[in-house]
DNA sequence: GTCTATAAGATGATAGAC
DNA sequence: GTCTATCATCTTATAGAC
């Protein structure tokens, strides 16, 4: 991959995270970059374009990281914990919420196939989850419970970056592992 | 207030809630009600202004239906199913995301004073959930809880819309009053 | 790969007629 | 209150030169 594809996707990461979707433009990216925006249509034809390829570079880089943060886990508490530490890196290394958790939030004025790939994000979340999860615990309570997760996870980031206070993530994770998995 | 003021707040707040802010402009506006964009410069003079009606609008509603439906509840699971509830109302009424969760989480792409107001609006629900525990609780764990419950709520309703499962919401904020009232 | 130039349309906003 | 007319600006996107 091109050194210039690669940071317009963090330029165009960084400010849909803060902003959204709709406030970011071909000519903001440009600027960041010091070229024009012709140039950035040279890398990614359409919006859309750039839109899936920062979902699918992203959701690669949180499973990616989910994994290292999951390794050496060996029970399911373990595993949660690593998965709320992969949510509080996502939140801390940007001070912003998670890029699907924006593009879920636009979801219903967004390219269609960047809505599908958003919602695969957040199955694929679950689909971790479930599979962490002590097996003995009935499906259904596996499915709820990793739905849950995600959820909360969610809503924390967005509660702590919009009122500016990064506790309300942490305070939130904490409870929410001893929660599902018990004190 | 006119009429033509409260219809152009309803598609407003409609289409922000499942677009986002950046999403919507005045020319669709007045194209919902078949009138032109001048027009609504006239009821709102910026496009700040019919934002910042919109979420004063929305937290008085929010507080009034809550206020109701906790009117008879005793206990603090009651008060807290109370406020899940009128969270379910907001999310199945409209199929759409909390104003405030959208707004919350476009912040930094906002105007500042709306969000300020958003803020204020997420500090107000966690000062009603606070009030709601029971009084015997280390005033610590009523505030964490109380940031953890919202949280929650507004993840839950962000999944469920962008998954199109509505079932994400309800196993959620079930999980949620058990977890946070004990069993 | 990046540029200039340009298109076609959207957007927030205003002035002034009715 | 609503309209027409208009504005400057921004947006996505393309064609073709370097």
């Not at 990461?13 to 709709?22: D, S, V």
């Not at 979340?125 to 003995?136: G, K, T």
């Amino acid at each position: 991959m091109t050194e210039t594809r690669k940071l317009l996707m963090d330029a165009a990461e960084a400010n849909i995270r803060q902003k959204g979707y709709n406030a970011v433009s071909f000519r903001e990216l440009a600027d960041d970059l010091g070229i024009k925006s012709a140039s950035v249509h040279y890398h990614f034809r359409k919006k859309e374009d750039l839109g899936l390829a920062l979902i699918t570079r992203y959701s690669e880089r949180f499973f990616q990281t989910l994994a290292q943060n999951t390794f050496e886990a060996a029970t399911a508490r373990e595993k949660l914990t690593g998965f709320c530490e992969t949510y509080r890196q996502a939140l801390v290394s940007s001070d912003s919420i998670c890029l699907c958790g924006m593009l879920g939030a636009e979801s219903c004025g967004l390219p269609e196939a960047m809505t599908t790939k958003v919602a695969g994000f957040f199955t694929a979340n679950i689909a971790w989850l479930e599979n962490a999860f002590p097996s003995h615990w009935p499906s259904a309570d596996k499915q709820s419970r990793a739905g849950q997760v995600v959820a909360t996870l969610q809503g924390a980031m967005m509660l702590a970056t919009s009122t500016g206070n990064p506790l309300w993530f942490r305070q939130t994770a904490t409870h929410l592992i001893e929660d599902v998995m018990g004190p």
